[in-house]
């Protein structure tokens, strides 16, 4: 299946999304905080990466403008995940660079939709 890199600073958030992405044939790599998420979206070149928008050291905002703005890693898709559900909030995710939106508490099922739909879409291209 596909390289996640799972992008998430609250421990039980990240758990539970490795565990049950694992659970579908994913590998999933984790990074703590923005910084830590570009690296590893420059060294690893996942297929995907899931982004938390509020992050430490760097937050998901200005990571995902850093992914997005390197040749090299351009191209992954980016999920932003979020607690922030207010009106605008998903256009902001988007102007960022995200290619989709979801919010959190993550509703699973709903989520790897999504993760599959854009997978689905970058094999074709």
């Not at 958030?13 to 659970?23: E, H, K, T």
């Not at 937050?59 to 898709?77: N, V, Y």
Request: net charge negative; glycine share 6%.
């Amino acid at each position: 299946m596909a390289k996640i890199l799972l992008v998430e600073d609250n421990e039980m958030n990240r758990d539970m999304l490795s565990r049950r992405l694992a659970r579908k044939g994913h590998e999933v790599l984790i990074a703590v905080d923005g910084a830590e998420g570009v690296e590893m979206a420059r060294s690893k070149v996942p297929d995907l990466i899931l982004m938390d928008m509020s992050l430490p050291v760097l937050d998901g905002w200005q990571a995902t403008q850093q992914i997005k703005a390197t040749p090299e890693t351009h191209t992954i898709p980016v999920i932003a995940l979020t607690a922030h559900a207010m009106a605008g909030d998903r256009e902001k995710c988007l102007a960022a660079g995200c290619d989709d939106y979801d919010t959190k508490p993550v509703e699973f099922p709903r989520l790897l939709g999504k993760i599959e739909m854009l997978l689905s879409s970058r094999a074709v291209n």
